[in-house]
């Protein structure tokens, strides 16, 4: 009975998905009532049965419908919308649309129509919208849209219509918007746009219309009088002309006009009757090569604001060109490559005391050969317009002379709200941009980055250890403590990146006592060679970058006053490897806002996990391009991290504490974690993170979750992890089957052993016993068996001497209790130096040699007492000796005593302390516990 049962029910599901999967989007869920039904994107070749009546939108977009039967569409009563666009349309029956009385909108863009039956659109009086754009339309009968008095919006743009015949749109009222854009039209009818009069944007851009009188007879846009918008661009090619008479001067209403200009052209009084002419648009097919004093004589004390000029490869503005413009709030130059900036500067004669919203220079003058020089005359008529943005970028400036823009009292300094310089190539005198920071006027943004003059080779050559090729660099204020920068009020942006090449070194103390809302200060690549300052007076900076500087000497409070700091830029900083270690908990300890650290490409080696723990915020952490073998952040303590880039260090695999510490932030929101460029190694002792990699809802590398990374396996073999998931079994019995095979063979060792111990303890009894006798008078040494627990060994240079007999000694003895001897605190003077060190090293339980610069030179030190120490490494003693680096031993000089020694110290037993951690650091426990370890 069940069984039958479950037959049937299977049975009907089969035949369900079998019934719904010819036409997955009909169907109609009867309890959700819908009345919008998409059937878009199914590679449909004809329509499926419509025969439901209450559906009001119907999408058949990206299919490939070829046709449409008559009356297909007949029963959707309540139709409002439908869409068959991109699709393959060729013809459409005539009574297609039949019974659609409430369509509103249809879309038939983008099919292969190239002819509408006549009286198509008889059976869909209420349309509003249509859409016909993107098909193969070579004319439109002249009665097609008859009767269609509610359309609205009618795009027939990308067709291949030649001539817009007389009365085509007579029967349009209503028509407020109409494409015929990127057509063939070669003509206008006189009466081609008769009817038009509620029309208020044509688009006849893209088409072949001249500019001339028997394209655009005398008053063809005579019923255009609510026009506002005209797109007519990229229609005439020919370099002279002149407009058209008794065309224009129709458009009473225009308030912007997109048209093709000649190279000496002149809006002539026709274009005077533009009485609300707003916008001059001349981007699309520019050819001006002259702009003469007469050129835009129509719009003399006309409402003109907006004026574009680009790409017209203009030589030459006159003086006048501009003026009478009394409206002109807005002058865009751009792609002018031919013309020097000085040129632009200089036509803005016409615009002297006006009040402006913006001048833009962009891209003028930037192929000529030579740089261009703003001085005090370039700039004479600039200085003169109250203008609240200014830009002139990738323009080729290479200096803005100091009095250039800051004469006293000049409108422009008072109000001038934002600056423009970026893309240039400023170089050397910088103090107008000084004096622009420090003015007291309405500044809110300044920028002025990438300038392409401080070199790449440059930043490298100050982020590289190499400190020869820094010399040259160094240049600046060495005596200068305090500067203090007093910037104008509501200065909010400040970029200087990569302007003032050689900045350096900072002083100590940089004030900014007005600048209360500055919120971005980009100072990257700016060539410091020194970061041992402290920013004041930036509580409210947001956003700071000091990428590409070299920081070698930082200041621990550098970062004390900036209390709103989220987003903070260390890349590229030079710091050194083990900076972090010790002493990124000070530097950071204030900015408890911190979202975005980025400490990439700094070569960074150790970074204590908990330094950043105060940043309880972040959700961005870059460590990328260092050289990181751990994860050097407690992720633990970053609820909201959402992104840490790991990517391009020396990572090897990840922890299983590591994994699920990732796991349960990708369990919060999204988290995604780069590891892209490490040398990841898929062997037996981490296969569990080839399978994490694989199953983590983390996100890797953004590229999903099934990210593939290389990896080396146990026997070095490249590999990736993609293939070792691929062939998870064979790695997996690889792995367990060599611990197996571990197993076996001692267990059978043990057997024989066991054989052979019986044997000989049957045959030689006695003398065993006596051998144990003696082996227990020699058990394994003990810690207190020594006099002291560790015999210190350093150079004999006083700051060496004050590391160990002050620092080492307070906290090893003081907090730790262990027992030290320091041979400045017992040898006797006069004693012979190389019996003693013999002797203290035997009296000592560990030897604590601390590393140094001055102690990689110190014969004895180096030499002498290193030998006795790796001497004094035995196999009942190999934890023996502990090594202490105070310096990055990549610096050091070769030592090679020392390189022997290592070779024999277990890894465990090297310490990289700094030589200013506080006593409370955990390297010091780490240390104490490593003297007073016993061993089993
Ligand atoms: C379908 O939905 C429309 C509005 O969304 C509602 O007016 C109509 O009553 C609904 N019909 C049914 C049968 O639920
Ligand atoms: C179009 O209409 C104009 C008058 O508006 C008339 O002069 C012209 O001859 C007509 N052209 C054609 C081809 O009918
Ligand atoms: C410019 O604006 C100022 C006020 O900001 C006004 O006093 C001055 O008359 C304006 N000048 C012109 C030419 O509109
Ligand atoms: C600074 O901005 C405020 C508010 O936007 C404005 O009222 C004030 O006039 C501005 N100060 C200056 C010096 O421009
Ligand atoms: C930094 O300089 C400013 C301006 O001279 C001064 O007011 C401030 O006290 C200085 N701060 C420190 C900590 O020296
Ligand atoms: C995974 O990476 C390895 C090497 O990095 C490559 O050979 C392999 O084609 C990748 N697999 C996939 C599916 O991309």
Not at 506 to 524: G, M, Q, W, Y
Not at 638 to 666: I, P
Not at 749 to 756: F, K, R
Request: hydrophobic share 40%; charged share 20%.
């Amino acid at each position: 009975m069940i069984i039958l049962n479950t037959f049937a029910w299977v049975a009907l599901f089969v035949a369900h998905i079998v019934s719904t999967a010819t036409s997955p989007c009909l169907v109609q869920d009867e309890d959700k009532n819908e009345t919008a039904v998409d059937c878009s994107h199914l590679l449909l070749t004809s329509l499926p049965p419509l025969d439901f009546y209450d559906v009001t939108s119907l999408d058949f977009s990206f299919n490939t419908l070829s046709f449409l039967h008559g009356s297909s569409f007949s029963r959707l009563t309540q139709l409002g919308h439908l869409d068959l666009s991109h699709n393959v349309l060729q013809t459409l029956d005539k009574q297609s649309f039949q019974g659609l009385r409430e369509l509103r909108k249809l879309d038939l863009s983008s099919n292969n129509l190239s002819d509408l039956p006549s009286g198509i659109f008889v059976d869909v009086p209420n349309l509003e919208v249509l859409k016909l754009d993107h098909n193969k339309l070579k004319t439109l009968g002249r009665d097609i849209f008859r009767d269609r008095t509610h359309l609205r919006h009618l795009d027939l743009g990308n067709n291949d219509l030649q001539v817009l015949n007389n009365d085509t749109f007579s029967h349009l009222p209503l028509l407020t918007w109409l494409g015929v854009g990127s057509n063939r039209l070669e003509r206008l009818e006189a009466g081609a746009m008769t009817g038009l009069n509620s029309l208020i944007s044509l688009d006849l851009s893209h088409n072949h219309l001249s500019l001339i009188a028997t394209v655009f007879p005398p008053r063809v846009f005579a019923s255009l009088g609510k026009l506002q918008v005209l797109h007519l661009e990229h229609n005439d090619d020919s370099q002279n002309g002149e407009y058209p008479d008794n065309v224009f001067n129709d458009l009473v209403s225009l308030t912007s006009l997109t048209i093709d200009t000649f190279s000496d052209m002149n809006f002539g009084q026709d274009f005077a009757a533009l009485r609300n002419i707003h916008t001059l648009d001349f981007s699309g097919n520019c050819k001006i090569r002259h702009l003469a004093n007469d050129s835009l004589e129509g719009f003399k004390n006309s409402s003109l604001t907006f004026l574009h000029f680009e790409g017209c490869g203009m030589n030459d503005i006159e003086l006048c060109a501009f003026c009478e413009l009394l409206s002109l709030k807005q002058l865009w130059i751009i792609d002018q490559h031919w013309m020097t900036p000085n040129k632009a500067l200089e036509s803005l004669y016409g615009l002297q005391f006006q009040n402006m919203t913006e001048i833009l220079l962009s891209n003028v003058g930037d192929y000529l050969q030579f740089l261009h020089v703003i001085d005090s005359h370039s700039a004479r008529f600039l200085r003169n317009i109250c203008v609240s943005s200014l830009s002139m970028v990738h323009s080729g400036l290479q200096r803005l002379a100091g009095n250039a823009l800051t004469v006293r009292n000049s409108p422009f300094l008072n109000c001038i709200e934002h600056a423009d310089f970026s893309q240039n190539r400023f170089m050397g005198d910088t103090s107008a941009f000084v004096k622009l920071i420090t003015s007291k006027g309405r500044l809110r943004t300044l920028s002025l980055q990438d300038q392409h003059t401080f070199s790449i080779g440059d930043a490298q050559c100050l982020v590289s250890q190499d400190f020869g090729c820094k010399e040259d660099l160094v240049i600046g204020f060495h005596h200068v403590t305090t500067i203090v920068v007093n910037t104008p009020p509501n200065l909010t942006y400040l970029n200087i990146s990569s302007v003032f090449p050689h900045f350096n070194p900072l002083p100590v103390n940089i004030t900014f006592p007005s600048a209360t809302k500055l919120e971005a200060l980009d100072l990257s690549y700016l060539g410091m060679a020194n970061c041992y300052a402290t920013w004041y007076g930036l509580q409210n900076l947001k956003t700071f970058n000091l990428n590409g500087n070299y920081c070698f000497n930082i200041s621990e409070t550098m970062f004390d006053f900036l209390d709103s700091l989220k987003q903070l830029g260390l890349s590229r900083i030079g710091i050194s490897p083990d900076f972090f270690l010790s002493r990124g908990w000070r530097l950071f300890q204030n900015l408890d806002r911190l979202e975005a650290l980025d400490l990439s490409r700094n070569n960074l080696q150790f970074a204590d996990p908990e330094m950043l723990r105060a940043q309880t915020r972040l959700t961005k952490l870059d460590f990328s391009f260092n050289r990181f073998q751990t994860v050097p952040v407690n992720v633990d303590n970053h609820g909201d991290l959402k992104m840490l880039d790991l990517s391009h260090n020396f990572l090897t695999t990840l922890t299983s504490s590591e994994q699920s510490a990732l796991d349960s932030l990708a369990g919060r929101h999204t988290f995604s974690l780069k590891l892209v460029g490490n040398p990841l190694e898929c062997a037996c002792y981490n296969l569990d993170m080839v399978q994490w990699l694989w199953h983590t809802s983390v996100s890797l590398d953004g590229e999903g979750r099934e990210a593939n990374y290389t990896c080396t396996t146990g026997s070095g073999e490249i590999t990736s992890t993609e293939r070792v998931m691929a062939q998870w079994m064979s790695h997996w019995r690889h792995c367990v089957g060599s611990q197996i095979f571990g197993i076996a063979m001692s267990a059978f060792l043990l057997q024989i052993l066991s054989i052979v111990v019986v044997f000989v303890t049957a045959r030689s009894w006695t003398q065993l016993c006596y051998a144990w006798k003696a082996v227990r008078r020699h058990r394994l040494p003990r810690r207190h068996n020594f006099r002291r627990d560790a015999y210190v060994v350093y150079s004999d240079v006083e700051r060496d001497v004050i590391l160990a007999c002050v620092k080492l000694r307070e906290v090893l003895e003081e907090i730790y209790s262990v027992r030290l001897l320091l041979p400045d605190r017992e040898d006797l003077p006069g004693s012979v130096k190389a019996e003693t060190i013999v002797q203290h090293i035997d009296h000592s339980w560990k030897v604590v040699l601390l590393v140094t610069r001055d102690f990689s030179q110190d014969e004895w030190a180096c030499g002498f007492t290193v030998q006795q120490a790796q001497r004094s490494i035995t196999d009942t003693m190999p934890d023996r000796v502990i090594v202490v680096f105070f310096e990055e031993p990549r610096v050091l000089p070769a030592m090679p005593s020392l390189r022997l020694l290592l070779r024999m110290v277990p890894e465990r037993n090297i310490l990289h302390v700094h030589r200013d951690t506080p006593p409370q650091h955990p390297v010091w426990k780490t240390l104490a516990d490593l003297i007073t370890r016993e061993q089993s």
